[in-house]
């Protein structure tokens, strides 16, 4: 089951159409708040359908409580940086208020230079996790969709911390559609494709894992509940710009494939006066 938020109320993905739901949940995390799963919609009645190129889609979770994100988890990523690989999950917080609709438009600040792409396979929590064994992870996991953890590569090697780097509006894209676990056939090959005004630029599946998914969220759950409706990016496989020295520039398209989920669309605006700069932002003397 794919589910949908759109300016219409939530709705599955039935026959290249939205089955707009008979439902009083505004999106998809207030659902897993009372629920805890998708179970729920596969079963609610439909109020009408709509085509599916006539649906404005919107952000399914609405605001996120919160979003986890870890750096360096693929194996790919790790060979291409020349690190080695680390014996702990690197995790930080991003801020919510970054995520944006699925389609919507990114404008890059003025003072970013190095504005970056990450595609990713984000879960979506379900029911709570505190101090989970691996085993209870999967059952928790409402769904997976499809993210672009964007990253300000300069502001990352001059603050060092993730968070400031990846938490300008706009820069988490989540959605389009959430994708039940109930239905993933192959949980350890679910396949992540990046791709660039249409250039295939990334191409892995979670197999590639430093982490994989049930040993990362059960490391998290033992520092920090994980509730209904959070969400948990789990890195990203090599060749971002980073990795190609190549950078998002004003036009740029960026679609984000994850197996079973909606592609993910952002479009990167960059102002024309690049000559604001944020004097808080120096690059640290040597």
Known sequence: ??????DAGLGRIEDEAVSLLDTVFPNVGAVLEQDGSLRGLACCAV???????????????????????IGLNYLSKAVSTGRG???????????????????????????????????EIAVVV????HQAAESEVWPSIAGITAANDMTAR????????PALAKSYPGFTPLGPSIYSSDD??????????????????????SDG????????????????????GDVVLTGTPAGTGQDRACFLADGDEVRVEVDGVLPLVTRIVRPTDASQHDHRLTEPVS
């Open 209 to 228: 894992m430093i982490f994989p998914v049930p040993d990362l969220l059960s490391r998290l759950s033992w520092f920090a509940a994980l509730e209904p």
């Open 126 to 129: 379900g029911r709570r996790l």
């Open 47 to 69: 109020r009408r359908r709509i085509p599916f190129d006539e649906a404005t889609l919107l952000a399914p979770l609405g605001r996120p409580r919160a979003v986890w994100g």
């Open 1 to 6: 089951m794919r589910v949908v938020m759109t």
């Open 154 to 161: 300069d502001v990352m090697r001059i603050t060092g911390t």
């Open 184 to 205: 993933l056939e192959d949980r350890h090959g679910i396949r992540l494709r990046t791709r660039v005004n249409g250039e295939l630029v990334q191409d892995d599946t």
């Open 85 to 119: 690989l680390p014996e702990q999950p690197i995790l930080y917080l991003a801020a919510s208020s970054g995520v944006s609709s699925p389609g919507a438009q990114v404008v890059i600040p003025q003072s970013v230079t190095e504005p970056d792409y990450e595609g």
